[in-house]
């Protein structure tokens, strides 16, 4: 059992919530997922968050993501759920009832949709740390979410308790450390979580105590490793590493509408994920299939599966199956659009 | 009883919603609001709009919010009513719901916080228009939200009957020309309706069939005047007018976190808004006793409201009190900020 | 002959420099042009604008260009002349030159590679407006150099007699009118123009009195129509060329860099522009081909030119070969980055 | 001597250049200044660069800029010369000037002004590289001018032996990672440089060669250091250090126009600037007067100058004068915009 003030440490895996063939949550497939995760050496797990696509849950399937999660860690590892609801009342009634599951702390994301102001990101977290009983991590998306500034954590640091961490998405790492700068000072225990895989050892190197990286759901024994490396100072495999890692993360981030990518990768590693719940054009899913393709070999690169049948091009390549098949989705958008 | 296929014309007004002192939905208020808007004059009611503050509500209270306003228009009016849940199978049974309620059709915004690609809007709409058995209003807000993009709109259009309307409040005229020459000739019953108020005479000029407009919720009389100015060709007139609406929509939404300029104004018009759900900070309130001071002259000057007690300054000017709490807020922001 | 105060109006073109095959000024076929330019009924002319790619041209080019405007024009209308030099003491000198060959006004450009703040951008204006002889057009491009805000827009007029005009190529109408709510009522002689020929007429509509249009460089002709029609008040007709106009505009502006597809529509229009000085890849030239071909299409339905041999499709659609030729671009792309 | 071919390593300044009490270039000092930052160990010059204000300079003034360097350098350490001109053809003979100069390689900005596509970028590049006779260090810098993409890097890698290495100021360093991982394998010797101090320290542990760091012409022992530190694997120092410098880097660059806050702390160093070409305005040079004196207490913080008369306030704390001097500043700018 862990103490509940342990601070925040190491890779906490976002993940991905397994659903059936009617859409559901798969109850039995999300347990299966958990373990499988800490076996694989997740120092934690992060439910709800961005990569969980809190946003395309109900607000009571997000209460019985957490539920069920907790129930299945059964204590293992620290939990750190997202409770971010419709407005601050919601919200914090949602991190009441995550303090009595036993989470170690919650995330909240800032306020989204509406671009506020600093002031305004300051008065909602000041309103929702205020009536907690649970830590707080803020989580700062810009490219989703309003923006966290560095003073308006620095204040939050300062004058709210609760507020124990930060994670922050934003892979800017001058920011990182200008937080780090302005934060710690003040307040020594505050935890400093990137969101951002592909800086993921730099940013343990100035100074960050670890991560919600997307990439530990689907390779967890790389982003572990990667972790363990750069703590331990084996900088020239760490370095190695996250190069490996950056190649996996930008093939599932960049080519396919976010997190589908995560979500085809961890269905080649043997998790049912079922299909995701934004639907897909077939231009998209016929993307998403030359990218499972092309992560197959990616992953059995490093072991975790075996090559698709027809194998894996050398290097980098790219086969003259994979050229005709973008020609077909050029041709198709083409034709869509009026223009064959 | 207006007849459920009547085009999608004039001025849709983007309802706040009043709150009572738990902040709860104050049912009584918002019955009146919604006669006291159509008694000036606004041709349609659009309820859970961003002005709305959609999001800030849970799915129940937006229900609620629907069957209200339904039950209080009575057929007197049609109504846009903001449909967008969780998912598309969530917005699908709002659309149903909303449907059997007697809406003249929903505005569905573009999906928000993850920024989908063209295609992905479009598989988004398409699933939903497959689906829904009332007619829908795409609703495009690129500061926001996802854009929805010309081809995308296009081809909508064509596919899916169902989408009758778009609303879109980018305030970008050429773009909204685009739409225009690219939907028209295909689907010559669509409707394109602006939200950006700043822009409403020329947006009108170049074929806009109407707006969902903020301004329309505080001076429905102005709004509405400016409408009928415009289709009428009185344009010196209309001119003046929107140069006189955009002096009012700026304070409104310049100053203040959206839409706290709105519900400002609105509570000086003698509706009761109550105090809206997202915390404001110390200095927040400071500058929106600021504004309401300054939206009391401008009301002032349209007849609307008496000057505010110690008048309003001559022109534009500002009185010394004013830059007074100025330096006072910048002092306090620079004393919270360590640096005094 | 022009008087040299009269108020800027109408549409000034910021005219292409014809280059000759060593890349050199065609002298005689710029002097074509503008007699061309002014055959077809243009109010004035801008050269050394963006579209002709003042930033090409060497500090000695630039003052050549002017002199052989100048000499060609001999008074028939009025130069605004692009006198933004290497620094303000640069700029001061050009200003004077042209000040003494006899030029209405300059125009000079925002401060571009550095994004300088609005204080930065007051204090580079109002040191050239200080030293000019001559009236200074300020110009605001938002997308290429630093914003000049409206309250800078304002602080100058008040400030500074020798500026007397605002180029404004932002295309944001609202803007613009803020910048007339905030200049007029302290300087009724300040003129607007628009430099975003997608909403000539709504800003013509909304106060401006004039614009700098790169069509009206390829078809004076309907630009300086449009500019009637909407003066006259003729709106369901300016409407209708502003759509018109649209099509061209986008056509020409969208579909390759900068100024090239306005070069290229030059060309078939008759003017021997030579290539430009930016060189361009096979994949822009095929590109910047198969628009030439659609331009020509387009031209043609104005009158203003043939049909291409092989003839023009029906309404907007497209060609197999041209859907031909984008498959065999993509190729290449996916060649040219190792993809096949 | 240093051999010419010798890779690009190591720190090369993007030196200011003194200008006297009538703005033209000031020889002795220049001279003065490059001794200066040769003794304190920059390992080469960058004159012409962004800091350099290349753009505030006439073509003749950066070629003299060139000349005198190259003459006071006399081979003591490499010289990395900007040579972006108006055109593609006058750049390439800057480069064979500065080719039989004597210079190690030119530094090539990317086109700016006219945002460019991939192809555009790729094309301007291309047509330089085959004509120059000496190594090209390509400049991506988008905050300012068009950006170099990873896939243009590679190519331009691969195709053109002239192009050595890639100066790149995004400050993000995924970007690098990626840019190291496609070039590296098809061009073992290409070099990377960071021209954002505020990451040098995990740019270089992630395989940067060196920096083009504005820092460095301030403090180069400082940066200098940092880099030898980091080099050698003495990263709890090299941390430290890092996190000094961005403090440093950011009074520099935060508070004042580009590049004023670097030749204010230049002038604390004793190197005399004398005044920037580019006017400030009174409140600018207000603030610029408050940021020497918080420069120079972080300057004396590192030893390299005195406090301030009047002293320096304990940790980052800011004392009343200055509180009571931005309250000035801020009444200042609303009078100036007429609200006082």
Redesign the interface.
């Given at each position: 059992m862990i103490t509940e003030k342990a601070p925040l440490r190491g890779i906490f895996t976002p993940n991905i919530v397994p659903l059936d063939d009617q859409?559901e949550i798969n109850e039995a497939e999300l347990r299966r997922y958990v373990d499988w995760l800490i076996e694989r050496g997740v120092h934690g797990l992060y439910p709800n968050g961005?990569t969980g696509e809190f946003?395309?849950?109900?607000?009571e399937e997000r209460r019985r993501i957490i539920e069920i999660i907790v129930d299945q860690v059964a204590g293992r590892v620290p939990i750190l759920a997202g409770a971010a609801e419709?407005?601050?009342?919601?919200t914090i009634k949602a991190c009441e009832y995550y303090h009595e599951l036993g989470v170690r702390a919650v995330a909240i994301v800032s306020?989204?949709?509406?671009?506020?102001?600093p002031?305004?990101v300051?008065?909602?977290f000041?309103?929702i740390a205020r009536n907690s009983p649970v830590d707080i991590t803020l989580y700062n998306i810009p490219?989703?979410?309003s923006p966290i500034d560095v003073?308006t954590v620095?204040?939050l640091a300062e004058e709210c308790e609760r507020v124990v961490a930060i994670k922050d998405s934003s892979?800017?790492?001058?920011h990182m450390?200008?937080m780090i700068?302005a934060v710690q000072p003040i307040r020594p225990d505050f935890a400093f979580l990137t969101g951002?895989d592909?800086?993921l050892?730099?940013m343990l190197?100035?100074?960050c105590h670890g991560g919600t990286n997307a990439t530990s759901g689907v390779v967890p024994e790389i982003t572990r490793k990667l972790y363990d490396l750069t703590i331990a100072?084996r900088?020239d495999q760490a370095?190695d590493l996250?190069?490996r890692l950056?190649?996996l993360f930008?093939a599932m981030i960049m080519t396919a509408?976010?997190p589908e990518g995560f979500r085809a990768a961890l269905r080649l590693r043997g998790i049912r994920t079922g299909v995701g719940?934004?639907?897909?054009?077939d231009?998209?899913q016929m993307a998403l299939e030359q990218l499972s393709r092309q992560l197959q070999c990616l992953l059995a690169e490093e072991g975790f599966t075996d090559e698709p049948v027809g194998g894996c091009p050398a290097g980098?390549?790219?086969d003259?199956e994979?050229?005709a098949r973008?020609?077909r989705e050029?041709?198709n958008e083409?034709r869509?659009?009026?223009?064959?």
């Open positions: 859409g961005s946003l395309r849950f109900t607000a419709a407005n601050t009342r919601e306020p989204f949709y509406y671009r506020l102001s002031a305004g300051y008065a909602y000041r309103e490219m989703f979410a003073p620095a204040r892979g800017d790492l001058p450390m200008r700068a951002w592909a800086a050892m730099p190197l100035v100074g100072g900088l370095r996250q190069y950056l190649k930008d509408e976010f719940r934004q639907p897909q054009s231009t998209q980098d390549g790219v003259s994979q050229v973008i020609v050029v041709m083409l869509k659009r009026g223009m064959a």
